[in-house]
């Protein structure tokens, strides 16, 4: 692991050299109000750390902490290289060929990441104290990382997912039945402990491919909460849905979400 001086926006920023990507990994680190190298603290991975800035994390983080609305938690926001690639779903392509690099970015994460904040860091153990998060693309992957590793992440946190993610074209016949991430929860079991929290905006786009009057960014995310209902998830306990109105598919709209995330996900419990 190299390390750097706080750069620009971030706390710390440190580099590692990733043996599965083969290239190098920027991850941007910030630390809660009043933070104790020596203190235990939970951890959010964000995917896109280069958007850091624009969806506010660290004044969010600081916030929160500040006035122990949350419990203390270390961001880790991870830089995207070639985003198209290293984000989708694991080991399944969609219908351009894009996401080729996403079991790869998983393995970076989970075996060369995760092992190189634990030694430098006192982070909780348990799984309800960790979680991902993404929006948009980076949503995408941060579910499918979550869903795969839930031994791990016990929250996950996706902002305008990019849950059309399919294996055949929007103008092919099967654009609306053939969503991989909904079609990977149907066929898989039940992963005790994994919460889920969703946000899609209004004005998240204009498409509405199966004209229902909804558009597709909104209808891809209840569907894929009506899957978790169906593998047998609570939606009103273990699943958060925020819409907002006039939202949009942009750092802004994400940025006014977020603290609805940390609230949600690291909520600061009596006697913690």
Not at 124 to 151: E, K, N, P, T, V
């Amino acid at each position: 692991m190299q390390k750097s001086p706080a750069a620009n926006y971030a706390d710390l920023t440190i580099y590692l050299d990733s043996k599965h990507l083969k290239f190098e990994k920027r991850i941007d680190l910030f630390f809660p109000h009043g933070h104790r190298a020596d203190a235990q603290a939970c951890l959010l991975i964000v995917n896109d750390g280069q958007d850091a800035q624009a969806l506010h994390l660290r004044e969010t983080l600081h916030k929160l902490t500040a006035k122990k609305a949350i419990r203390p938690t270390i961001i880790a926001a991870i830089h995207a290289t070639e985003r198209i690639q290293e984000y989708g779903t694991a080991n399944i392509l969609d219908y351009a060929k894009r996401g080729s690099k996403a079991h790869l970015y998983t393995t970076f994460l989970i075996e060369e990441l995760m092992p190189a904040l634990e030694q430098r860091f006192v982070l909780a153990q348990q799984a309800d104290c960790r979680a991902i998060f993404g929006c948009s693309l980076g949503g995408l992957s941060a579910f499918d990382i979550a869903w795969h590793h839930s031994w791990l992440f016990g929250r996950v946190g996706v902002c305008s997912g990019a849950f059309w993610w399919r294996k055949h074209s929007a103008n092919d016949s099967f654009a609306n039945s053939d969503r991989i991430i909904h079609a990977v929860v149907r066929n898989s079991h039940y992963k005790r402990g994994l919460k889920f929290w969703f946000e899609a905006g209004t004005d998240d786009e204009k498409e509405d491919r199966n004209n229902n009057g909804i558009i597709d960014a909104i209808d891809d995310t209840l569907d894929l909460i009506g899957e978790l209902h169906h593998k047998g998830y609570n939606t009103l306990t273990d699943v958060r849905y925020l819409e907002i109105q006039g939202g949009q598919h942009n750092q802004r709209t994400w940025a006014k979400a977020f603290p609805d995330f940390m609230l949600w996900a690291f909520e600061h419990l009596p006697n913690t």
